[in-house]
Structure formats: structure tokens, C-alpha cells
């Protein structure tokens, strides 16, 4: 299994909503990141887990806030969003540290859940 | 500041000819870099790295050129097939991780 599953595919939101994205792979990868990428952007990192402690936390907002239950999970869970956090959002896993200074840092990215804020 | 520069947004290619995707990269420091697809509506997929202290890796029919003088690494797809219609992602790892450039999008045309 060299999957990296994301749910739900798409999601539509309103500002006062909580809802949750969830991610998970079975390939025993210790490594796990949520990316954001908008419309022919590149992806850009927003938080890094490695072996279930949140590692890196590229100064996202509160309203964004990562979970890690266990090593095969990765959720997202966000509240009081604003339109302009409309993207897609991309889970990856590696089997590296996830560490800064990591090399090979060979990416499974899952399918991303296309997210719409109203 | 763009760190790693993917300066053509978009390639037309004919299908059998070659693909050559270029990128250019800025910080000295970089040592690993990676190639991405990615398909509409779907995560990008890795596909070919080199490692700083090469100038070439090959796989199957994709190739990755590395220039360290020139900061400047390129793809080559040949021949190239209707299935690598995608978008390319040039992709650099240093001290602060991995830094993605915007993306070429390869079209092929029959």
C-alpha cells in the first residue's frame, strides 16, 4: 500500500463552521505534512509532524489547528475560516524525519481535499 | 524571493519528441532535487531526484541533468507519451526543507 488517503475530496464551508480534514497512509512512514497550494501556486508547507510531535508550524494561523493521533493519521481541524483560505490542501507522508534539514525527502502526497470557504 | 524558478509556465510538445523542462535555483546550499507530477485534481507524485553531487540521473524514459555552476537542473522526457500531459514541479531541499518551484505545465499534442 503506498497510498496516502485524504477525506473528504472536496468540502464547502462557511466562516463560522468547524470542520475537519483527515489523512492517513499505512506505508509506515514517520513523517507527516499538510501543505496548502492554491491555484498555480506551488504547494507551501504548514506544519510538519515527525513521530507524532509537531515539529515544524511554518506560522500558520490559529484557525488551523494539525492533530496527530497516531502514526498512520494526520487530521486538520479548522474553525472561523475566511474565504481566502479557499485551496486545495495536500497531506504527505515520508519516511524520513521530516526534519528541516532532512535530505531525500522523497514526498507521498494524497489527493488533497479542495476546500471552499464562504 | 524565488528560490527555485520554473520560468516556463506552460510547454507544448509533440508526442514521440523529447520534453526538456528547465529550472533554475538560487541558493548554493540546496544538495537534493526533486522532480514532481502532478494530474488535475489529484496530490503531486514524485518522480526523479538527483543528489547534489551528481549531473545526471536516469530513469526509464525521464532524465534529470544536473549543472552545479549554473544553479540550473532540467528534465527530459522522451519519447514523450499523451499520459505526461501534467503539471511539473521542480522541487529543492536545504536547510529549511523543501522549497517547490510554480509548476511547468506539459502539454503534449498528438
Known amino acids: 500500500d503506498t497510498e496516502v488517503t485524504q477525506t473528504p475530496k472536496h468540502l464547502v464551508m462557511g466562516m463560522t463552521n468547524k470542520k475537519s480534514l483527515k489523512c492517513e497512509q499505512h506505508?509506515?512512514?514517520?513523517?507527516m505534512y499538510w501543505y496548502k497550494q492554491k491555484a498555480k501556486k506551488p504547494p507551501e508547507l504548514m506544519f510538519v509532524y515527525s513521530y507524532e510531535k509537531l515539529s515544524i508550524n511554518e506560522s500558520v494561523p490559529s484557525r488551523f489547528s494539525p492533530e496527530c493521533p497516531n502514526s498512520s493519521l494526520l487530521n486538520l481541524h479548522l474553525h472561523a475560516l475566511q474565504p481566502e483560505d479557499s485551496a486545495l490542501y495536500l497531506c504527505?507522508?515520508?519516511?524520513?524525519?521530516?526534519?528541516?534539514?532532512?535530505?531525500?525527502?522523497?514526498?507521498?502526497f494524497g489527493s488533497g481535499t479542495q476546500l471552499s470557504v464562504l | 524571493d524565488q528560490q527555485v524558478k520554473q520560468n516556463s509556465p506552460s510547454l507544448s510538445v509533440q508526442e514521440g519528441r523529447i520534453s526538456i523542462l528547465n529550472c533554475d535555483y538560487t541558493?548554493?546550499?540546496?544538495?537534493?532535487f526533486l522532480w514532481y507530477k502532478k494530474y488535475p485534481a489529484e496530490g503531486p507524485t514524485f518522480l526523479i531526484s538527483i543528489s547534489s553531487i551528481k549531473d545526471k540521473n536516469e530513469d526509464g524514459r525521464f532524465t534529470v541533468f544536473l549543472n552545479k555552476s549554473a544553479k540550473h537542473l532540467s528534465l527530459h522526457i522522451v519519447p514523450s507519451q499523451p499520459g505526461d500531459s501534467a503539471v511539473y514541479f521542480c522541487a529543492a531541499i536545504g536547510a529549511d526543507g523543501l522549497t517547490f518551484g510554480k509548476g511547468t505545465h506539459l502539454i503534449i499534442q498528438p
Open positions: 541558493n548554493s546550499m540546496f544538495d537534493y
Open positions: 506505508m509506515g512512514h514517520r513523517a
Open positions: 504527505a507522508s515520508s519516511q524520513d524525519t521530516g526534519s528541516r534539514a532532512s535530505t531525500n525527502e522523497k514526498l507521498f
